[in-house]
């Protein structure tokens, strides 16, 4: 979390804003708090995306998708204002580190941590593709570790596997190179398989502390994906098998998600949750989220206090 910049936001709908999450290819992403005291996570587009037409439809129909979405492992989608001038959508918020972040300072997860991790992602998207719904965007960055289990999070590019509009023409990139399924670069159609593959990547990383098709460009890691096998380092037992099995390059030959959390924790993952998840360095990343959370709270409301800070329209959101 950062400290907002003198030309962010201080306020968005109804929510003041805190400090800021982290940014990406669709917008930036706040800290924010209701007037009931409800910490959320609030999504803006990007000004210059706000004014293609063809984006803006996509993110209405995006919304309306990711408001169907509930689950113990996804960060729900609280509220919403597609027709604002610059569209946001706030979903909840939990503390904890991204499995990217939590890697990137500690390394491969425990074997018993990446199994929870595995069968929680799963129940998941078991949920999501039951409501006809495809993420299409599962990667490291877009998993958190909370104390209460993992959170798939960024439902804002989910849509309707019936879906028929593509909406490629805004440059706005659906997937993640290294983690995108082969039929979703080659375009051939996406369905929950794709998700399923990108789960055995997301699961091959945190197991191995390594992504499975290395690469130093985008170029690169979209051949892997298609063209060579995954490197799994030392990864065995059940769950390379199962990583192995969510990788294989033809989507027929692809568990389902709900046969894959069945693999991982034939009594489900929030079993093993309760029994304890995390190892001892990630627990304390989440202590620090907390305690950065807090003083963002608190030096916000000594703002509010001052009068001090911008509206949402002033500032250019």
Known sequence: MQPLGADEPTALGPYRLLGRLGSGGM???YLGRSAGGRTVAVKIVHPHLALDEEFRARFRR??????RVGGAWTAPVLDADPEAAVPWVATGYAAGPSLASAVADG???????????????AEALA???RLGLVHRDVKPSNVLLTVDGPLLIDFGIARAVDGTASLTSTGVSVGSPGYMAPEQILGEGVAGAA???SLGAVLAYAA????????????SLLYKVVHEEPRLGGLGGELRDVVEACLAKDPTARPDPAEVGRRLAPQGAARLVADGW????????VGRSAVRLLNLEAAGAGDAGSGAGTRAGDAGA
């Open 27 to 29: 917008g930036r992403v």
């Open 62 to 67: 995006e919304v309306e998708a990711a408001r």
């Open 107 to 121: 390394g491969a997860l425990p074997e018993h941590t990446a199994r929870v991790l595995g069968a929680g992602l």
């Open 127 to 129: 949920a999501v593709h």
């Open 195 to 197: 998700d399923v593959f």
């Open 208 to 219: 191995t502390g390594e992504p499975p098709f290395p690469g130093d460009s985008s170029a």
């Open 278 to 285: 995390l190892p001892g360095p990630v627990v304390e990343q």
